[in-house]
């Protein structure tokens, strides 16, 4: 099976940002759903995925900056840090500040700085991609020539991109990014290159794709076929059930999918027209890129895109202790990554 050079892309991104997210959970103190439910006492915060080191964490200084300097510097939304209760306040990593004295709800005026936790969070992150970077090039030789493409492939780009993918599980499922000047290629973490590549690319096809790039590679994609029960959904497409099922609702509602027997989901006409749509323009934006080179170096990373037989399943393999240790194993990861509200975990989790 020939994976589109997007999957390709999406999957080492997601299988780089978990191993990463493994090293973060192991060094610093944090919270869970699980450790919640069982009771147990821990002093840290919210447990997050690097998509928010990435976007938003690594951009407050310890002395702090305005909220619109942070949502500028991270390419994040309005609703990001100016929400009535936003996650990354919630979760005890920032703290916000009026910026003056008539103002009630968060203005990008505001300042926000870092929690102690969320100090030791950025001390925490900071080595990490890195680090991640140096054990892949010791497992795979593809990986240091695969960064090279890269580096060529962003830096001759016209304009800047974020860090990673934003979020794009609920309605905002479209990429949509402000044009702002070029910035440096080399010197950016592994990770940020990855997303930067994947992230113009999708951009070209959604410019003539009536679906989004993340339900069409994911869910559509897997009903193409025929309905597919709604529990099975998750195993499929490599998605956390619960961003999943919004997902799935959203489709619901624009009417690409519609409900099957046996509590099962399929494609609408309009669905299987904007699936065969989507992917005829990834195939256009494939053959205009001309990426043989970085097909090359992808190609052996990432395998047939099954956890069974993608090297990559190495670096999703999770270490005792974590919480996805105890979590069913994936079949695949995620042909589009699904970055959610909800910790920002690149398959939805």
Same mark, same amino acid.
């Given at each position: 099976?020939?994976?589109?050079?997007?999957?390709?892309?999406?999957?080492?991104?997601?299988?780089?940002?978990?191993?990463?997210?493994?090293?973060?959970?192991?060094?610093?103190?944090?919270?869970?759903?699980?450790?919640?439910? =069982?009771?147990?006492?821990?002093?840290?915060?919210?447990?997050?995925?690097?998509?928010?080191?990435?976007?938003?964490?690594?951009?407050?200084?310890?002395?702090?900056?305005?909220?619109?300097?942070?949502?500028?510097?991270?390419?994040?939304?309005?609703?990001?840090?100016?929400?009535?209760?936003?996650?990354?306040?919630?979760?005890?990593?920032?703290?916000?500040?009026?910026?003056?004295?008539?103002?009630?709800?968060?203005?990008?005026?505001?300042?926000?700085?870092?929690?102690?936790?969320?100090?030791?969070?950025?001390?925490?992150?900071?080595?990490?991609?890195?680090?991640?970077?140096?054990?892949?090039?010791?497992?795979?030789?593809?990986?240091?020539?695969?960064?090279?493409?890269?580096?060529?492939?962003?830096?001759?780009?016209?304009?800047?991109?974020?860090?990673?993918?934003?979020?794009?599980?609920?309605?905002?499922?479209?990429?949509?990014?402000?044009?702002?000047?070029?910035?440096?290629?080399?010197?950016?973490?592994?990770?940020?290159?990855?997303?930067?590549?994947?992230?113009?690319?999708?951009?070209?096809?959604?410019?003539?794709?009536?679906?989004?790039?993340?339900?069409?590679?994911?869910?559509?994609?897997?009903?193409?076929?025929?309905?597919?029960?709604?529990?099975?959904?998750?195993?499929?497409?490599?998605?956390?059930?619960?961003?999943?099922?919004?997902?799935?609702?959203?489709?619901?509602?624009?009417?690409?999918?519609?409900?099957?027997?046996?509590?099962?989901?399929?494609?609408?006409?309009?669905?299987?027209?904007?699936?065969?749509?989507?992917?005829?323009?990834?195939?256009?934006?494939?053959?205009?890129?001309?990426?043989?080179?970085?097909?090359?170096?992808?190609?052996?990373?990432?395998?047939?895109?099954?956890?069974?037989?993608?090297?990559?399943? =190495?670096?999703?393999?999770?270490?005792?202790?974590?919480?996805?240790?105890?979590?069913?194993?994936?079949?695949?990861?995620?042909?589009?990554?699904? =970055?959610?509200?909800?910790?920002?975990?690149?398959?939805?989790?």
């Amino acid at each position: 099976m020939v994976l589109p050079l997007p999957t390709l892309l999406s999957q080492a991104l997601v299988a780089f940002t978990i191993e990463a997210d493994y090293e973060f959970e192991q060094q610093m103190p944090h919270v869970t759903t699980e450790k919640r439910k =069982v009771g147990a006492f821990s002093p840290g915060p919210w447990l997050i995925s690097m998509p928010f080191w990435s976007m938003c964490l690594r951009h407050v200084p310890e002395a702090g900056t305005t909220v619109g300097e942070v949502l500028h510097q991270g390419f994040l939304g309005d609703s990001f840090l100016l929400g009535t209760n936003p996650g990354m306040v919630r979760w005890g990593y920032l703290r916000l500040e009026p910026g003056d004295a008539t103002s009630k709800r968060p203005t990008k005026t505001w300042l926000v700085r870092p929690s102690p936790a969320g100090l030791r969070a950025q001390q925490t992150w900071a080595p990490i991609p890195d680090l991640i970077e140096s054990r892949w090039k010791t497992r795979w030789k593809e990986v240091q020539p695969l960064r090279r493409a890269l580096e060529d492939l962003v830096g001759s780009l016209d304009h800047a991109l974020p860090d990673y993918v934003p979020g794009n599980a609920s309605y905002d499922s479209r990429v949509s990014i402000p044009s702002r000047p070029p910035g440096p290629a080399s010197g950016s973490d592994f990770a940020a290159l990855l997303a930067k590549a994947l992230l113009q690319f999708t951009i070209e096809v959604e410019q003539a794709a009536p679906l989004a790039m993340v339900h069409a590679a994911n869910i559509v994609r897997v009903l193409a076929d025929g309905p597919i029960a709604r529990r099975d959904l998750p195993r499929a497409t490599g998605v956390g059930k619960e961003t999943l099922a919004v997902m799935v609702g959203i489709l619901q509602k624009s009417s690409i999918l519609t409900a099957a027997a046996g509590n099962a989901v399929e494609l609408t006409a309009a669905g299987r027209d904007g699936g065969a749509a989507t992917f005829a323009a990834v195939a256009n934006v494939e053959a205009r890129w001309r990426a043989g080179g970085l097909r090359k170096v992808l190609e052996p990373l990432v395998g047939d895109g099954t956890m069974t037989a993608s090297p990559l399943a =190495v670096a999703v393999e999770p270490p005792n202790g974590t919480w996805r240790h105890d979590r069913p194993v994936p079949a695949t990861l995620p042909h589009h990554p699904v =970055v959610s509200h909800r910790g920002g975990y690149p398959d939805g989790s």
